[in-house]
């Protein structure tokens, strides 16, 4: 079983200014999905793994740069590129499988 938090790490007291966030939440037909999202470097190696939340929500904090999303649920593997930036916003990613 994953150690990591349900979701992610929250976002109380980081700045997010100053961070490089990448979030989004997993589903199927429109509803939440239950599973592990894996983030994976430019050239495909492991560098993080969180399962979803109850509302299919995930995050991670990562450098700048190219991502792979892998979403792990029941019956289906999905990848999704993303170029994250640093400060402002999180990056948000929507991965419907």
Known sequence: ?????????????????????????????GE?????????????EFTAEVPTSATGQFRFFA????WTLRALVPGATVDRQVVASQ???PTEVAIAV
């Open 32 to 44: 939440p999905v239950n599973g592990y999202v894996r983030l994976l470097d430019e050239s495909g």
């Open 1 to 29: 079983m994953c150690g990591a938090k349900a979701g992610g790490p929250d976002l109380e007291g980081i700045d997010v200014a100053k961070e490089t966030v990448i979030q989004g939440s997993v589903t199927r037909d």
């Open 63 to 66: 450098r700048p740069g190219k």
């Open 87 to 89: 400060g402002g916003s």
